[in-house]
């Protein structure tokens, strides 16, 4: 397929296992930059009942037969793959009306995000079908009875209805913790901008490494699909906030308890700092902010700042500033290289955008930019969607409604003053939700009444200061690691945040039972689980012959006097608890002199370590230590060592060993406890 071909093609669904064109011709789809027709839409005469029950019973039973790991070995194929033939992304971008710069977020950013998401898998998640959710609940004195909550796959279909702005990203950043999950996902691009996306799909089909069912795109109407939403599965919509309340209160995802998250609109702030005057690092780093966030793709980002809070001293110059950098901005074709913000998505959204601002200029004054009298370097002036940026000044925010109430979505900020912390925070507030706020100061103490006041209203907090100026992401740039929603008027939902996105497509089980009985479930050995001692260390042993269970009870060792004065002065650790019998003595935990903690660990291991080569390859640390009785000269330490998970790693020679590590004393108490982590190979030499 020649992604630049003349002549407008039919966009394709993929569904069943196949790409099928709707039954009319449908939509045209036109170039933003010279209104030229790039494709026609529809997805009439689907059957979007089928579409579910494939993606259900062919998609993700092959997801939840693999493991995390394998998951996400799929993830970065695809992702490489991707990456290969990006610039056929880029050289189809150019008709959305992103420039070279706003395509890189939305097409590197976007399979960065599935790249990061197959790095986390691999290291964050165990080589396992179901994921532990915190500690083993002992319901028991005698451990016969516990509790462990685990987190597996919902049997259902992702449904991901996507906006216009990022058509890549947009997908990519939902596709990615779905997939992970072992969930398969239903596609349904915006319509403006779907040929990218279906271009994207469709590379991602061709290399073969999705099982059946995994991937579905819709291009077009969605029809009846969501009449057909059961229990097990989940919707998630990025748009306007009336066709998200619309699409929550729709009667089958009610009547079913469907997973609804949603990303609406968000009237994002920025807020300057009392000291952060004109001529300061952080005033020129709020203004050169603000503007790129204004025309990056062209302000049609949900992250971009609408409310720009300004102390009221400095607001003109921050006008005149802004005023200056904005005139400065290249409108036109984005296929021109010299042009810095390309035009709207579509006309229809360029009139939508003109709109609002006159909505907005109830309260406010524009100050800059024409919004009726657009100029381009290059481009069709009347059939494409150009808007230069403008910038509006109200001066009285805190007794307006219209700029705390409506996003003009496009290159469109409103500036209001500030006199005192206080007040911006009630300003910050208004925007009753959004997806981010940034506060650039340089004073702590601003820092710290700003944020906490603000924190509860928004999704993501952004400071910016010169010492990260380097380095910061920006306010504008969703990350993979941090969670992407907002409360309130911004949907009230979470995306991404590492493993967080990827839980969202799982259900939490608490299951209850016997310790074995939960072990065969889990993987992982608990007290008063089966245990094994056949004999042979267990660091003798390798992967294939390891079982969890596996038990080593080790000799005893006596802890004398000289035992704890040798350590602390060959470590030079001298606290008085070791040192100073009459002063331990006067500690309220101690009875007089004790050994360290570190000393009782390493006589541990030198209780339990089997010396020679073999499988076990290294120790790379230990978790949830916790010194739990002290040590006295004359005591003496036991410890049971037993192998309490094994995880594979899949594409090496060794995998990972959790051996769970008891130290006790002559009396039976438990000293301390921890786990010990190995890496073991998989097979003896």
């Not at 039954?23 to 839409?41: H, M, N, Q, W």
């Not at 072992?182 to 061709?206: C, D, F, N």
């Amino acid at each position: 397929m020649n992604v630049l071909a003349k002549q407008p093609r039919r966009l394709e669904s993929y569904v069943g296992g196949q790409w099928v064109v709707g039954a009319r011709e449908g939509v045209p789809l036109l170039d933003a930059s010279t209104g030229v027709p790039i494709a026609f839409i529809d997805s009439s005469g689907i059957d979007f009942k089928s579409v579910l029950a494939y993606g259900r019973d062919k998609g993700g039973s092959a997801l939840r037969r693999l493991s995390f790991h394998e998951r996400a070995a799929m993830l970065k194929a695809i992702g490489q793959a991707l990456m290969e033939g990006k610039e056929e992304f880029y050289a189809l971008s150019t008709a959305t009306g992103a420039t070279r710069a706003d395509s890189w977020v939305d097409i590197e950013g976007g399979i960065g995000t599935l790249l990061s998401y197959a790095s986390k898998g691999r290291r964050e998640l165990p080589n396992t079908r179901v994921l532990l959710d915190g500690a083993l609940e002992a319901l028991s004195k005698d451990n016969t009875f516990s509790a462990q909550h685990i987190l597996s796959p919902l049997h259902g279909v992702a449904v991901h209805i996507n906006a216009f702005n990022f058509p890549c990203w947009g997908m990519l950043e939902k596709l990615a913790p779905t997939l992970l999950a072992g969930v398969p996902a239903i596609v349904k691009p915006a319509s403006q901008t779907a040929y990218l996306t279906e271009l994207m799909v469709r590379r991602i089909i061709e290399t073969g490494l999705l099982p059946g069912g995994a991937l579905q795109l819709v291009c077009g109407s969605v029809g009846d699909l969501l009449d057909h939403v059961e229990g097990q599965d989940a919707v998630t919509f990025t748009g306007s906030a009336s066709t998200g309340q619309r699409l929550k209160t729709h009667k089958a995802i009610v009547e079913n308890s469907v997973r609804f998250t949603m990303e609406a609109d968000s009237l994002n702030a920025a807020i300057l700092g009392l000291d952060a005057a004109p001529g300061t690092e952080e005033f020129d780093l709020f203004v050169r902010e603000v503007a790129r966030e204004m025309t990056v793709k062209a302000g049609q980002k949900c992250t971009a700042i609408r409310r720009v809070i300004a102390p009221r001293s400095y607001s003109e110059a921050l006008i005149g500033s802004l005023r200056d950098r904005l005139a400065k901005t290249t409108v036109g074709n984005p296929a021109d290289e010299t042009v810095r913000m390309g035009p709207l998505a579509s006309l229809d959204q360029r009139e939508e955008v003109r709109s609002r601002i006159r909505d907005l200029s109830a309260d406010a004054k524009i100050v800059a930019g024409d919004p009726d009298n657009p100029t381009a370097l290059s481009g069709d002036p009347q059939a494409g969607a150009f808007l230069n940026p403008v910038l509006l000044y109200c001066d009285k925010p805190g007794s307006a409604s219209s700029i705390h109430d409506v996003e003009a979505f496009g290159p469109v900020s409103t500036i209001m003053p500030y006199d005192t912390a206080e007040e911006a925070v009630d300003l910050a507030r208004r925007g009753k939700g959004s997806l981010v706020a940034s506060v650039f100061t340089n004073d702590p103490g601003f820092v710290e009444e700003v944020v906490v006041g603000i924190a509860p209203f928004h999704g993501r907090v952004m400071i910016g200061n010169r010492v990260s100026a380097k380095s910061s992401t920006g306010h504008g740039s969703p990350l993979p690691v941090l969670v992407h929603g907002g409360p309130g008027r911004a949907g009230g939902g979470e995306e991404l945040g590492g493993m967080r996105g990827v839980k969202h497509y799982m259900q939490r089980t608490a299951v209850q039972g016997a310790p074995t009985m939960l072990s065969a479930t889990t993987g992982r050995w608990s007290p008063g689980s089966d245990v094994r001692t056949d004999g042979e260390h267990p660091f003798r042993k390798s992967l294939a012959e390891l079982m969890v269970g596996d038990q080593l009870i080790t000799a005893s060792r006596a802890v004398t006097l000289d035992d704890i004065e040798h350590f602390a002065n060959f470590t030079g650790d001298t606290f008085y608890a070791h040192m100073d019998e009459e002063a331990a003595k006067a500690n309220p935990f101690f009875d007089g002199r004790v050994a360290h903690g570190y000393l009782i660990v390493s006589f541990a291991a030198g209780l339990f370590v089997d010396p020679a080569p073999g499988p076990v390859l290294a120790n790379y640390g230990v978790d949830n230590l916790r010194f739990l009785t002290p040590v006295n000269p004359g005591d003496t330490l036991q410890v049971r060592l037993t192998c309490k998970e094994i995880n594979p790693r899949g594409n090496a020679e060794h995998g990972e060993v959790r051996w769970d590590c008891r130290i006790s004393n002559q009396n039976g108490a438990t000293v301390a406890q921890y786990d010990v982590l190995t890496m073991v190979a998989k097979t003896r030499n």
